[in-house]
T-cell receptor, first 114, second 114 residues
């Protein structure tokens, strides 16, 4: 079934450790996004990529980095995790990145930083 | 800057009754508006979107939403609620120009009682 996969499903991480959240889509979508979901704050955009080889900063990019080496994969890296990065992380993709494309979401990664 | 408000943290409705989940938005131009639903421990699923034209938009699972430009609202509705509709609902807005960045509301939990 076509869609977005994320790994791991959940992770507990010690503060200061490096962590990469993986995201892969098989819909050949050009645009991909990373959001974090926090209670009472909804979803906030961390980073995005409108095509392979390009990335951009969203609303809350500090402490995170991304790369887009190919169309399918869009990993999110926490270089040195802090407790405030405890959250549920969602990857999404859309066909072109231009409004009003629909964004499709992965199942999420629940990350706990202690 | 774009923003979305979902004024109700939770909406309670009895099965078979009509439901409304409220959303208001603020943008400087013409908006594209979206509704997503999130079931427990799942990613967001697309329900419907408003682009242009008819103010009443029909979507998945019997949901519809009405765009009201004068009131800057995009309320989600369903004529007859099901217990299985119980979930977290997010409204989102993007501008109709350039690269699409969705801005989400904080979410409304819908609880449908038998």
């Amino acid at each position: 079934i076509a869609g977005i996969t994320q790994a791991p499903t959940s992770q507990i991480l010690a503060a200061g450790r490096r962590m990469t959240l993986r995201c892969t889509q098989d819909m050949r979508h050009n645009a991909m996004y990373w959001y974090r979901q926090d209670l009472g704050l909804g979803l906030r955009l961390i980073h995005y990529s409108n095509t392979a080889g390009t990335t951009g900063k969203g609303e809350v990019p500090d402490g995170y980095s991304v790369s887009r080496a190919n169309t399918d994969d869009f990993p999110l890296t926490l270089a040195s995790a802090v407790p405030s990065q405890t959250s549920v992380y969602f990857c999404a993709s859309s066909a072109s990145g231009s409004a009003p494309d629909t964004q499709y979401f992965g199942p999420g990664t629940r990350l706990t930083v202690l | 800057a774009q923003s979305v408000a979902q004024p109700e943290d939770q909406v309670n409705v009895a099965e078979g009754n009509p439901l409304t989940v409220k959303c208001t938005y603020s943008v400087s131009g013409n908006p594209y508006l979206f509704w997503y639903v999130q079931y427990p421990n799942r990613g967001l699923q697309f329900l419907l979107k408003y682009i242009t034209g008819d103010n009443l938009v029909k979507g998945s699972y019997g949901f519809e939403a009405e765009f009201n430009k004068s009131q800057t609202s995009f309320h989600l509705k369903k004529p007859s609620a099901l217990v299985s509709d119980s979930a977290l609902y997010f409204c989102a807005v993007s501008l109709n120009t350039g690269f699409q960045k969705l801005v989400f509301g904080t979410g409304t939990r819908l609880l449908v009682s038998p």
